[in-house]
Structures are given as C-alpha cells and as structure tokens.
C-alpha cells in the first residue's frame, strides 16, 4: 500500500577503512606455493558446490594440490540449518585443501580478504536454488580489499560488479550453478600471469570506490530532501516528524524559522517539541 513514488532502492556500502593498515594473519604459512580462495558467505547459498564429494575443491586437489579454500563466515545457525550446516563443517575437515576459520568480525575478515588470492562465490547452493543476490555485500568487500572475485552471472551480481576485476561464470540452461564452468574458471585463474592478477586486483580497487557508505548515505538524503520539497504543508511533515519521534530531521526541517502565529500547526509542534524533547535540541 505504500505509493511507489517515494521508493528508492539504495545500494550497500563498506567500511573502506576496515580494509586499511597492518594484517593480523590467520592463514596457514606452511606451504609459500599455496593458492589461496576464501568463501565467506551464507553456507547455504554455495558452499556445498565446493566442498561436496566429488565437488570443486576434490576436483582441484587432482590437478593442483596448492589450491587451498578457506571457509569463514558469522556465528549465526538456524535450528532448521543446524544439522545441514554440521555436514558442511565435517566435510570441510575431511578435504585435505579446505580449511574453515569459523566466525571473524568484520575487521578479521576484511585481513583475511586482503591476504587470499581469489573470493569463490557458487551462488545459488543446492538448499535455496531459488535465490539470487539482490545488492551483493560479499562482492563490494572483495571490491574494497582488492580481491578478485569469481562469481555466478545471476541476480544482481552482474549489476554489481559492472566494470569491477569480478569474473562472471555462466549458469547451466535451467540457470542452476555449472560445476564444470566454476572448474574452468578457477583453473583459468590459477594460470593467469602476476601481471594479469594485478590487473584485476586494480579494477577491484577502482571499482570499490562506487560502494563508499557515504555514496549510500548521500542517496538517501537527497532523496529524503526531495520528497519533503514537494510537500505544499509543513506543518503537516512537522506532525508526522513528532509522531514518529524523527526529532534530529525535524530539528533539520527548522520549523523554529518560522514566525510564530503564521502557521497553527507549525505553533503547537513547537511548543510539543520543547515539552517532550527539550533534551534532544
């Protein structure tokens, strides 16, 4: 019921910052040769396609034995994923080139980001084939750490990663995720040259710069300008301001500029604004 005029879809944002200064490590430094990936979204929405038997990651031990996956995410289980979530987590034990850090902050994952040498994102997994990325977090952080990313040509993630270092892996024709297409990109990946690696870490960098927050903020109260410009009372956005308790916007509106007498509804808001929220003026 809401009228569609005053909608505005709004994209994420990142913390740049988070992506700056020393690393803590927490990858493996036995093997200097190690091709690394990373997976740190939902397990539910790809995981499997990687670490199933006779999945990505088994394959890839048959031809290179230097590519290792690490697997981390957020402590957030479901009581209706809880068993399916312990069967990814065994199989991640039972892969000799898998290896799941568990839950990190955000600050910890942004580290680890910037310390892989690919994001793999199989999306959608076999749980929820029917999802799709609507505005894709996972892809912008891997923007802001300058990670490449190798991702499925679905949703929205072709939308954001437009001009970005992210290869896009086509879907199978009834547009589930294609085992052998990931197989290949990843191989593909692995013998590119440094330089061609650099390249796309660059485009990463380059493209993060769309997905600042203030980019996301900036939308968002442009938007919010616009649509109390094109109200004829302001007594009446003051009303609804107080009776949504939005007291910094309307400390923003500044109905205290207008004369006082000249607007009835603008008079008693104000004295209601002094009475019950003197403390936030």
Request: some cysteine; charged content about 25%.
């Amino acid at each position: 019921g809401i009228n569609p005029k005053v909608i505005l879809p709004i994209q994420n944002g990142v913390d740049l910052k988070l992506f700056k200064g020393t690393i803590e490590n927490r990858l493996s430094q036995v093997n200097k040769n190690q091709v690394r990936f990373l997976y740190s979204s939902r397990p539910e929405r790809g995981l499997e396609h990687l670490v199933a038997p006779g999945g990505i990651m088994e394959r890839l031990y048959n031809v290179d034995k230097n590519v290792h996956l690490y697997v981390c995410g957020y402590d957030n289980t479901v009581s209706e994923m809880a068993s399916y979530y312990e069967y990814l987590n065994v199989r991640c034990k039972q892969l000799p080139n898998v290896t799941n850090l568990g839950s990190l902050t955000k600050r910890q994952l942004a580290e680890t980001m910037r310390q892989c040498d690919a994001l793999v994102y199989p999306t959608p997994g076999p749980k929820q084939p029917e999802f799709d990325e609507v505005s894709c977090i996972t892809a912008m952080e891997a923007m802001a750490a300058g990670l490449p990313m190798i991702t499925s040509n679905r949703g929205a993630l072709p939308e954001t990663c437009k001009d970005s270092g992210t290869i896009l892996v086509d879907m199978n024709e009834d547009n589930s995720v294609s085992i052998e297409n990931y197989f290949d990109a990843i191989v593909q990946f692995i013998k590119m040259k440094d330089e061609e690696k650099q390249m796309v870490k660059e485009k990463q960098l380059e493209a993060s710069k769309k997905y600042k927050w203030a980019t996301a903020c900036h939308l968002s109260i442009e938007h919010i300008r616009k649509l109390l410009s094109r109200h004829r009372s302001k007594g009446a956005v003051a009303r609804q301001l107080i009776q949504n308790s939005d007291i910094y916007a309307l400390k923003e509106f500044n109905i205290e500029d207008i004369p006082e007498g000249s607007n009835v509804i603008i008079d008693n808001c104000e004295k209601e604004l002094h009475t019950c929220y003197d403390f936030a003026l």
